[in-house]
């Protein structure tokens, strides 16, 4: 359905919402000559803009005077969605006393939920949840609101999460699950605690590369001693290398000497038949090739 053009109202409407000018939406909204509902092109409506840039004063003057907190724009989002991306807890509060909806999501499937976790907003989080938001939503690629809080690090959002009966291996739809992403992103502190909460230390991507994998070609060190804890695969993964030919290939002394340590075999060879020492030289990691050179034969490690 298209939307009517904006009048010089509605575009003063949405100026006064945007700006948080109370007074000057107020007399616009008793002149009677817009709606207090007009969409602009993007079906942004003006409660939306009042949430979305933190002015509760016209958020409340707003929902006084009628406003949808049901309206979406036309990406799906709402004025809820927005409050808890800024993190302001007392609109999201009024919103959600003002019965908008808590799990409506955008058209790509982010939830309210899903964006106070990526932004970090452990508080609006918490109201969400005590209202009823579910905890395993998703969005279109899978990815659910402890994926993004692993992925960004948000350590106290996850372990929160968790025991609200978050799933620790829900995967994405490429494979990634929270340990994977959070282990790619060095979040050596996010791993631990999921992998004490269960999460499956060798979940492989569909390219078949596990969070150790991603770590060592990473070369994050802590990551590989929070993961090494859980005795991951140390030999050939399903993408045809090992995690000592990812720290090989990065130039990580440091990871490929905790694996070595763990038990990795140091002569392994990939599936297009190259050593980890071979990478090294090929990529001029020279350091990581005298060092990986100078370690004895085992047998392959399963």
């Keep these: 359905m298209s939307l009517k053009k904006e009048s010089p109202s509605d575009v003063q409407l949405h100026l ?12 616009i909204l ?5 709606h207090v509902d007009s969409k602009d092109k993007e079906g942004t409506t003006p409660l939306i803009l009042a949430a979305a840039n933190g002015h509760f004063d016209c958020v409340q003057e707003l929902l006084d005077q009628g406003a949808s907190p049901v309206a979406r724009r036309v990406t799906g989002t709402t004025a809820l969605f927005f409050a808890c991306q800024g993190g302001y807890l007392d609109i999201v509060k009024l919103l959600l006393d003002n019965k908008a909806p808590v799990d409506t999501a955008s058209v790509d499937g982010g939830s309210p939920l899903f964006v106070a976790c990526q932004c970090g907003h452990m508080d609006v989080v918490k ?3 005590s209202q009823g938001a579910r905890v395993n939503t998703h969005m279109k690629d899978r990815a659910t609101p402890l994926f993004i809080a692993a992925q960004n690090g948000h350590y106290k959002i996850l372990v929160y999460l968790l025991a609200q009966g978050a799933e620790a291996d829900t995967k994405r739809t490429d494979g990634a699950t929270p340990l994977w992403i959070s282990a790619q992103m060095g979040h050596d502190h996010i791993v631990a605690q999921l992998l004490k909460a269960g999460a499956r230390v060798d ?44 720290a090989a290939l990065s130039g990580s002394l440091p990871v490929c000497k905790q694996l070595i340590a763990a038990g990795a075999d140091p002569f392994l060879k990939n599936q297009e ?14 350091i990581v090739y005298d060092y990986l050179k100078g370690c004895t034969p085992r047998n392959n490690v399963k």
């Design 203 to 246: 979940a492989a991507r569909h390219d078949g590369a596990t969070a150790l994998f991603k770590a060592a070609h990473k070369g994050h060190s802590a990551v590989v001693g929070e993961l090494l804890k859980y005795k991951p695969s140390l030999g050939m993964l399903p993408n045809g290398e090992s995690a000592l030919h990812a």
């Design 30 to 34: 008793d002149s009677g000559k817009v």
């Design 16 to 27: 006064a919402a945007m700006r948080g000018d109370v007074e000057h939406l107020r007399r």
């Design 127 to 129: 109201e969400l949840i």
């Design 273 to 286: 038949g190259y050593s980890p020492s071979e990478i090294a030289l090929h990529h001029k990691h020279n």
